[in-house]
């Protein structure tokens, strides 16, 4: 997928882990560490002409370091 080779994803902010650049279902992007778990929030696309800007800008804001933790219980 040219989109994942596209972008430059830091390792994990907090662990130094591996991160991910993930797809949900079609509608959104996000990037979590496969090693503790975090995440970022998730960035919605509409349209496909978008799903490139909201790729970048999840991986943008995991860069940042911009994190989340998950959820226990979701
Ligand atoms: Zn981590």
Do not use: H
């Not at 390792?11 to 130094?16: A, I, K, L, T, V």
């Not at 496909?48 to 943008?60: F, I, M, N, S, Y």
């Amino acid at each position: 997928m040219e989109i994942y080779k596209s972008l430059e994803i830091f390792d994990c902010p907090r662990c130094g882990g591996p991160a991910l650049l993930e797809e949900e279902n079609g509608w959104c992007w996000y990037v979590m560490c496969m090693e503790c778990g975090a995440q970022t929030i998730q960035f919605e696309y509409r349209r496909a002409e978008d799903r490139l800007k909201a790729a970048q800008d999840a991986v943008r804001i995991w860069n940042m370091g911009k994190t989340v933790s998950p959820s226990p219980g979701e």
